[in-house]
T-cell receptor
Framework: KNEVEQSPQNLTAQEGEFITINCSYS?????LHWLQQHPGGGIVSLFM???GKKKHGRLIATINIQEKHSSLHITASHPRDSAVYIC????????????FGTGTRLQVFP | DAGITQSPRHKVTETGTPVTLRCHQT?????MYWYRQDPGHGLRLIHY???????DKGEVSDGYSVSRSKTEDFLLTLESATSSQTSVYFC????????????????FGPGTRLTVL
């Protein structure tokens, strides 16, 4: 069992839909990253958060450290949001390394 | 975005040959990482460096070695490539991963697709 689990693994949506991707982890973490990997392969960091909520454009990330759960929401989804979304936790005791989930593949159709 | 490049971007090699992948960053980041990405596994840490000449193993370090002689360069070497090392390799860097409230983000290179025949 992975220490960081994401759900769903695959997600399809129609343009304009509200999307939620979930991330649960079984280890103690001090912060959590949400990353986006486009079909071309490049990986970019979307958010890094350790509590509460962060918003950037149509993207919203929330985290509840006590419940060991984070969500990434996309409002008014668009085909250009199609990508793999990856969550990764930064360990409490070993803060040098990230622990990655296996990713959620999102496809948004026009 | 941080300036991180990887070379080569694609490589095909034969089993048993040594292979070196290069990661170069221009941001003066202290920390650098090598990951491999395989279907069904997500990103897995191979080795990382927390300073010049300071490196440590990740979860899948067998068959790999690294070197960091300068802040900007982090080399990954496959001593004797095997077919199981066919993968996409990503390099990443960050200023200084911290504890809660000050954790740093990681910046990723474009990836190297390695095929071992």
């Amino acid at each position: 069992k992975n220490e960081v689990e994401q759900s769903p693994q695959n997600l399809t949506a129609q343009e304009g839909e509200f999307i939620t991707i979930n991330c649960s982890y079984s280890v103690g973490i001090s912060a959590l990253h949400w990353l986006q990997q486009h079909p071309g392969g490049g990986i970019v960091s979307l958010f890094m958060l350790s509590s509460g909520k962060k918003k950037h454009g149509r993207l919203i990330a929330t985290i509840n450290i006590q419940e060991k759960h984070s969500s990434l929401h996309i409002t008014a989804s668009h085909p250009r949001d199609s990508a793999v979304y990856i969550c990764a936790g930064l360990g409490v005791y070993n803060t040098d390394k990230l622990i990655f989930g296996t990713g959620t593949r999102l496809q948004v159709f026009p | 975005d941080a300036g991180i490049t990887q070379s080569p971007r694609h490589k095909v090699t034969e089993t048993g040959t040594p292979v070196t992948l290069r990661c170069h960053q221009t941001e003066n980041h202290r920390y650098m990482y090598w990951y491999r990405q395989d279907p069904g596994h997500g990103l897995r840490l191979i080795h990382y460096s927390y300073g010049v000449k300071d490196t440590d193993k990740g979860e899948v370090s067998d068959g790999y070695s690294v070197s960091r002689s300068k802040t900007e360069d982090f080399l990954l070497t496959l001593e004797s490539a095997t077919s199981s090392q066919t993968s996409v390799y990503f390099c990443a860097s960050s200023y200084l991963p911290g504890t809660s409230g000050s954790a740093d983000t990681q910046y990723f290179g474009p990836g190297t697709r390695l095929t071992v025949l």
